[in-house]
């Protein structure tokens, strides 16, 4: 074997140049380069000759380059193959974009927030009966969205893969921002087009709405008359302050429970182990002028804070002590127990996210405040620059990760229907994908998940597992085809019937996996 390096060797032993090489090295010289200074010094590349090994002349002082091992050969052929294909990737092909779904109750500022966040100190704050109707998308790249007080902010993404970031340069995040009507008629709709790689913003107006959690004024004085007279009592009045303080602490807890819990409920059911950063809107109705101060809207937002804790650590709590009892009546390896392992399993617990200093992010959008703090928030997570308190950044392998070539493409032809259509006919969806040369069903199931998790489209399950021939085979006999032979699209109530009953057969903390898929590729 004789063994040489990335330049060669010159005939006086030094060592060559790339541009010295030989013409037969130029592709090997630019796909090693491309992979990196770190990959020109580990690798070489081996020759055989004449079976035997050609002693190599190097100048005194340097190390002889060794022949490679087996293991090393196959390294540098899955490198140099990486480093051809990331020469030929496009420049989108890493994926720079995090989905954020914004979710609460009616009139807590939702829309105030995202506004703020597009349009900064300039935003138009929408007015009461310019309320949200379903939901509302909307684009947001921190880097360009002209904001001056935000510059600090540091939006490139942090890619693990050192030679993928090499090769891609500084790559910017970017956000797709669902805004979600929070009036009770849409909560059902809701979930459907939840996603397991979003970060939820879940906002909540510090129980501003809900008199109820105000303390109520102290009577002290009684008139009668013309006279007032006045009770010395001071020990009944620190009762009676105690008594008013206990029952709008009741209050506001109960109103957590209602407007804040009940949609770590909903996203747990629907994306189990998702982020979801708890904000507070309505800040400046604690400013020191109103009289409440900041220390009470503090104090709620401590009150919230503990409350998801200890919900969510009784919520496990009960969860180990349904799992034993199946354990004692040796049921260990049932459908349910097998479920409950599942949710108990550290990945599918709701990952709450709170502030740098462990409290809850305010926000005030008429007196736009906060902002840099949630906009430094937003960004960091999605750049995996902070952990909220995990060992690994929250969205490793989704944001930062390189986007495969089958993605590429079904994402392209989405965007095609797109500027044509508002909705788009499943059938003739699957139709496009088959003139486009995209039969593997596995692939394109995978495409559509993917796109669904980056918000350029809802999919709602696997109903084209044998919509085509595949690689891999072609689909069973005897399915529900059209005469074209495309399967026809499911009829939702029956597969809405059908999820449910399984849904509350097994737990109420049910996902299912091969929903139903609507007839339509994107929200008008």
Known sequence: LRSKTVGDISSDGGLL???????????????????????????????????????????????????????????LAEDLALAAELDNMPSDSINDTLKVIFVGMAMTGKTSIIKRLLEGKNAVIPKREERTVGVDIYNWEPKTDGNSDRDHIDTSIKIEDDLLERTSGDVDVKFSLWDFAGQHVYHATHELFFSPRALYILVWDMGITNNETHKRRRHSEFSQGAFK???????????????????????????????VQFWVDCIQSSAPGAAILP?????????DEIGWGKDEASRRCAVMRDRLIKHEEKRVQGLRDRLEAYERDHRANSEAALRLRKLLCPFCRPKLVFGSDGGVVRVSGAKYTGFDRLSE????????????????????????????????????????????????????????????GLHNVEDVSDALHFLTNIGELS?????????????????SEGDDVDDDGVPKCPDPEDALRRDKSRALSIDEDYEDDDAFVYPMDRLA
């Open 229 to 259: 007279l006045s009770y010395d009592s001071s020990d009944d009045e620190e009762e009676e302050e105690d008594d008013e303080a206990k029952r709008a602490d009741r209050a506001l807890e109960r109103d957590i429970d209602e407007k």
């Open 17 to 75: 140049t790339p541009s010295s090489t030989a013409s037969a090295d130029d592709s090997l010289e630019k796909r090693i380069y491309s992979a990196g200074d770190a990959a020109k010094r580990r690798y070489t590349e081996s020759e055989m000759i004449d079976g035997k090994n050609d002693d190599v002349t190097v100048k005194p002082g340097q190390e002889p380059f060794m022949p490679l091992e087996g293991t090393e050969s196959q390294d």
């Open 459 to 475: 999919y709602f399950g696997d109903v084209i597992k044998d919509f085509g021939p595949s690689r891999r085979g072609r689909g």
């Open 377 to 436: 928030k937003l960004v960091n997570i999605a750049t995996g620059r902070d952990h909220a308190g995990w060992d690994y950044p929250i969205f490793r392998g989704h944001v930062g990760a390189r986007i495969p070539r089958m993605r590429l493409e079904v994402r392209d032809i989405v965007r095609e229907m797109r500027d044509k259509f508002k909705v788009v006919e499943w059938n003739y969806f699957i139709r496009v994908l088959r003139e486009k």
């Open 279 to 287: 904000v507070a809107s309505f800040d400046d109705y604690f400013d």
